[in-house]
């Protein structure tokens, strides 16, 4: 099985984390910090430009530079059978 890793910046420290992705949407994505036992995750979420996209694990905030529509653009080529809501 093959895990997805993207790359996200400590704020505090300018830091750089490769980190497993749990789940990608375009409104929220969760990600893994850590292995094993000791490993969390955490939620990120769009800021308010769309930008880049914002979350908090042990009161460090960590950022994920890319906006919405390149996550969107990331999910259609990985999956393209995934196209969003159908209509009626």
């Given at each position: 099985?093959?895990?997805?890793?993207?790359?996200?910046r400590?704020?505090?420290?300018?830091?750089?984390?490769?980190?497993?992705?749990?789940?990608?949407?375009?409104?929220?994505?969760?990600?893994?910090?850590?292995?094993?036992?000791?490993?969390m995750?955490?939620?990120?979420?769009?800021?308010?430009?769309?930008?880049?996209?914002?979350?908090?694990?042990?009161?460090?905030?960590?950022?994920?530079?890319?906006?919405?529509?390149?996550?969107?653009?990331?999910?259609?080529?990985?999956?393209?059978?995934?196209?969003?809501?159908?209509?009626?």
């Open positions: 099985m093959h895990d997805e890793k993207i790359r996200v400590v704020t505090a420290t300018g830091q750089t984390l490769d980190v497993v992705v749990f789940s990608k949407r375009p409104e929220v994505s969760t990600v893994v910090l850590g292995e094993g036992v000791h490993s995750r955490c939620s990120l979420t769009p800021t308010r430009n769309g930008l880049a996209y914002a979350g908090s694990a042990l009161g460090r905030e960590i950022v994920y530079e890319r906006s919405q529509a390149q996550v969107r653009a990331d999910i259609e080529k990985l999956n393209p059978a995934v196209r969003g809501p159908r209509t009626r």
